[in-house]
């Protein structure tokens, strides 16, 4: 990675990191990305997607959390970036700008585009033998990593790599990861086997829904307010 490099990458890290509520200092004489949390460093960042810390930075439930979370960005900005840097021009009819192509599979595309406020990506579909583009579906900035994960998912799906039944959608999978809890969490008696392959979907699922915890909290509140309408219409009463 050259100088030119390495600074989109930091510039577009800092963007991501920031969206998540992260303080990102001055690149350091080191070449490192100091990042802070609540105030306090938490970690460093590296140009290679990897961090370092120390552990009494991440001592607590709270930070070593901020600290997964900041190191799932990391990743994602790394694997998208390497890719932009890499990626051909996409040239196509009354396309301009800097449009870079990132995929293309069964007459759909997907490109990213760098912009101030981060990379945009969009998937289209080839038209007029493949010399103009169509039906954009566009992702981003202002959703980060994110927009990326959303990105190649509508890629995938769109082009015919994977089919949409194979797919769940993020509400799909919040309501599955809370089903998956309430068995975990029941007592109810279950096999070593059974135990071990449900966390492991728990595992899958925290890592593929990155706002979980925002759904898991919005599903319960939808659900006790339902209850609380049913026990009202149910005995008559009126709640205020």
């Not at 490099?5 to 930091?10: L, Q, V």
């Not at 919005?218 to 205020?240: I, R, T, V």
Request: charge should be negative; proline fraction near 4%.
């Amino acid at each position: 990675m050259n100088a030119e490099e390495k600074s989109r990458y930091f510039q577009e890290l800092t963007l991501n990191l920031q969206r998540e509520g992260f303080a990102v200092k001055p690149e350091t004489e080191e070449g490192l990305l100091p990042v802070e949390l609540d105030g306090q460093l938490l970690c460093l960042a590296r140009d290679s997607g990897a961090v370092r810390y120390r552990r009494e930075d991440v001592a607590d439930e709270h930070r070593s959390a901020a600290l997964d979370s900041l190191i799932s960005i990391a990743k994602t900005t790394t694997e998208y970036m390497s890719q932009m840097e890499a990626a051909p021009q996409l040239t196509a009819s009354g396309l301009t700008g800097d449009y870079r192509l990132l995929a293309d599979f069964n007459g759909v595309v997907l490109a990213g585009h760098p912009t101030q406020f981060g990379v945009q990506f969009i998937t289209w579909a080839w038209v007029q033998e493949r010399t103009g583009l169509n039906a954009g579906n566009f992702y981003g900035p202002p959703g980060g990593v994110d927009s990326y994960t959303a990105a190649k998912r509508d890629f995938a799906t769109r082009s015919g790599l994977i089919p949409r039944s194979a797919l769940f959608a993020p509400e799909q999978l919040t309501e599955i990861y809370r089903c998956i809890h309430e068995t975990l969490d029941s007592g109810y008696p279950i096999t070593e086997e059974r135990q071990k392959c449900l966390e492991s979907a728990v595992e899958q699922i925290e890592t593929a829904v990155p706002d979980l915890d925002e759904r898991v909290i919005l599903s319960n509140d939808k659900e006790l307010e339902f209850a609380d309408m049913k026990f009202s219409q149910d005995s008559g009463m009126q709640l205020s």
